[in-house]
């Protein structure tokens, strides 16, 4: 069984920085990609970043949403177990639930979410 995990969530002020993690648990064999998702209330969720996995195509290849690119940046360990979503100069419209999602063999297993606030 696979359990995805965010973590790193919290309240922040405009202009500073946080870093999500995102640890997937359970036995795994080929992460085709991993991503990152935010939710903000009264709105749809939001696809930020995306990393390709092993074996695919442009292996470790990165896309962003253009409302964070040159913001965000999402990485992972070598082991495909842990991503990252880097997030510099925070802004009050990134305010949000951030979700984690791992396709693995071709299922989605997603996390419970990590609040992100950003207010003065």
């Known amino acids: 069984q696979v359990r995805v995990v965010e973590s790193g969530g919290g309240l922040v002020q405009p202009g500073e920085s946080l870093r999500l993690s995102c640890t997937v648990d359970?036995?795994?064999?080929?992460?085709?990609?991993m991503g990152w998702y935010r939710q903000a209330p009264g709105k749809q969720r939001e696809l930020l970043a995306t990393?390709?996995?092993?074996?695919?195509?442009?292996?470790?290849?990165?896309s962003y949403a253009d409302s964070v690119k040159g913001r965000f940046s999402i990485s992972r360990t070598s082991n495909w177990r842990t991503s990252f979503l880097q997030m510099n100069t925070l802004q009050l419209d990134d305010t949000a639930v951030y979700y984690c999602?791992?396709?693995?063999?071709?299922?989605?297993?997603w996390g419970q979410g990590t609040q992100v606030t950003v207010s003065s």
């Open positions: 990393i390709s996995g092993g074996g695919t195509p442009g292996n470790g290849a990165t």
């Open positions: 999602n791992a396709n693995i063999r071709g299922t989605d297993y």
């Open positions: 359970g036995s795994i064999y080929v992460v085709r990609s």
